[in-house]
């Protein structure tokens, strides 16, 4: 991760993505994907743990801003406008640039079983971080789990509408469509 | 699967979770489970795909009994009672004869993150069970999700206070009490 590998990791991300879409994931390798960002295997493995892991990288950065957000919300909060916040964060990773990118590494993943429960896990990851956040500021267990459930489909919502083709939207205004929809169908619970 | 092997699939379950408890789940072979159960390595991959499906084996049954009581319910219950009636239908599974076994199983998959992840991805195959048929109903999209991530929740909540040692309470009357608190906790969202 030195200063003579400039960009290491964003170059190795592209590669990957190059290579999955020409030879799918499966007839992809590591040396490959490494080859094609001018970097050598062990620069790889110094950035990601296998070409699965590539794909999951965002994850950690994804927590770490839903936790953040949520910790930064007033205490004055209720538990969805805390939850809100949490998704709108994620504005700052979810811009244009990026829209191209995760509509590709999605495509990737539904046409994998193995990328697909890596990405329910990767959901369930995220539900657990804001139920953790929410707990840590004070909301009894059912309260976070319940909120945190309710932040997962909405994240799920926006980001699924952001990354469509013919989305133009931003993904906050989506992020917060989500909320408010989800909101309005809770009271259809019965 | 023959008359000449009555049971093997309950006499795996069985050999697999005594020897899982004596040397742990690392430490135990396919072929320790078989011979344990009085049976053949081929038999176990006649019922198991490995050791791990094992533990998961009950994943087929109840996300088939979820399914048919949300068919089943009255056209007009409510997404939520649909749910419950889902929930209290596994209580033909979640007997008293199974809640040691429930327990030792949940200590077994605690202690190890591969098969925490493989019960997280049991609980989104059940929420996706659900939301599922609850469209097939003709609960739109956005109601059928929430309603199921609501009975995801609700069945875990049961769950985890059903194999509590302590507890006496049948699984029913839990299900029916994690689906009211759920509701009330709804209210206290924001």
Do not use: C
């Not at 030195?2 to 390798?29: H, I, K, Q, S, V």
């Not at 319940?146 to 980001?159: I, P, Q, V």
């Amino acid at each position: 991760m030195g200063r003579w590998e400039p960009n290491a990791r964003e170059r190795l991300e592209l590669a990957a993505l190059e290579l999955f879409r020409e030879r799918g994931y499966d007839g992809t390798t590591v040396a490959e994907i490494a080859e094609r960002a001018g970097l050598t295997k062990r620069s790889f493995f110094r950035h990601f743990a296998d070409k699965r892991e590539l794909l999951f990288s965002g994850q950690e950065q994804l927590t770490r801003l839903i936790a953040e957000a949520i910790a930064a919300a007033p205490t004055s909060a209720t538990p969805l406008e805390a939850i809100t916040a949490a998704l709108t964060a994620l504005d700052s990773i979810f811009d244009d640039e990026r829209r191209v990118l995760a509509r590709e590494r999605q495509a990737i993943i539904a046409a994998n079983v193995e990328l697909r429960e890596r990405e329910l896990l990767k959901g369930t990851v995220l539900t657990t971080a804001m139920a953790a956040a929410l707990r840590e500021r004070g909301d009894p267990e059912p309260v976070a789990n319940l909120a945190a459930e309710f932040g997962g489909l909405a994240l799920h919502l926006a980001f699924t509408r952001w990354i469509e083709p013919k989305a133009g939207e931003a993904y906050a205004k989506l992020a917060h469509q989500a909320v408010d929809e989800l909101r309005a169908t809770a009271a259809e619970l019965g």
